[in-house]
């Protein structure tokens, strides 16, 4: 799945302008928050913006274009959603290698032993476990958990 395929998705997922008070990230555009880009105007950032940050900032780090298809997928919009190093620890953990953020050559191998599609779906079921363990889950939980289960669908090709 390619990076444009899997941006279209999380366009979707993220909606354009929100400024919701109980929003730790605040004032959001696309899903690109005030929080983590203080010197953007997010009120004005186009969606083209949106998806060159998402590329260099998202996609690239997690090694999207190095990942399955099934797999970069699933990665990228936990990055997205929590945060890269977040969403790298995470496949890290399921992979079984040291969880230090940084996808290398040793988290790449071990991602490459796994069926794409089992391990796709591993990830999924550990990232609704991090999700019912926040304390804000009860305001956002139904949200994160669709959007969690429509991008393992479109990941496995279901959707």
């Not at 991602?111 to 794409?116: A, I, L, N, S, T």
């Amino acid at each position: 799945m390619s990076y444009d395929r899997c941006v279209q998705l999380i366009l979707k997922h993220e909606g354009g302008y929100v400024n919701d008070p109980r929003d730790p990230g605040g004032e959001t555009n696309y899903g690109i928050s005030k929080k983590a880009y203080p010197d953007l105007d997010i009120s004005k950032l186009s969606e083209e913006e949106a998806k060159k940050i998402y590329k260099e900032d998202y996609w690239d780090r997690v090694k999207g274009d190095n990942l399955p298809p099934s797999v970069a997928l699933v990665v990228f919009d936990m990055a997205v959603n929590a945060g890269v190093r977040r969403a790298i620890k995470m496949l890290q953990e399921v992979v079984g290698t040291k969880r230090d953020g940084i996808i290398g050559d040793i988290t790449l191998g071990e991602v490459r032993k796994k069926d794409d599609k089992e391990l796709a779906t591993r990830y999924t079921l550990r990232r609704l476990e991090y999700y019912t363990s926040l304390v804000n889950f009860n305001i956002y939980g139904k949200g994160w958990t669709k959007r969690t289960i429509e991008t393992l669908k479109v990941s496995l090709n279901i959707l």
